[in-house]
């Protein structure tokens, strides 16, 4: 007989550089750097989706919708509503964002680039983020 999982036995589903999945079941990431592990949460109907977000934008590119800031909130937010969650019992939560390169001379790190697009796309779909470590 298979067991329930529980917070001390679950299998955890990887979400590697790029994926994203939606379910009840519990999920992971790791070696963020500089992406970001979005967490969206529906405190309602107990299910939840995660990315593995390697870039602020996609301009416009349909390939791994995971993969940017802009596409992996869109896709998160449709399976959700697809799986009958409501925006108004979401909320959300972020790791990741390092500068990997100290020396980097741009006006802002990818880390810092992806920090703020994922910020900026959660305000634009009403949706607060309850929890940071980035």
Known sequence: MDEEPTRYNAKAIVIGIGDYHT???PMTS???GSCIGLIIHDTKLGIGGMAHIML???GGKRDRLGKYADTAIEILLDELRKKGSSPKTLQA???GGAQMFANFSGNLSIGDRNIEAV???L???K????GEDV
């Open 23 to 25: 379910g009840a079941e």
């Open 127 to 130: 949706i607060p983020i309850k």
């Open 123 to 125: 305000k634009e779909n």
């Open 30 to 32: 790791i070696g963020l």
């Open 119 to 121: 910020r900026a796309k």
């Open 93 to 95: 939560k972020l790791v």
């Open 56 to 58: 602020p934008e996609s």
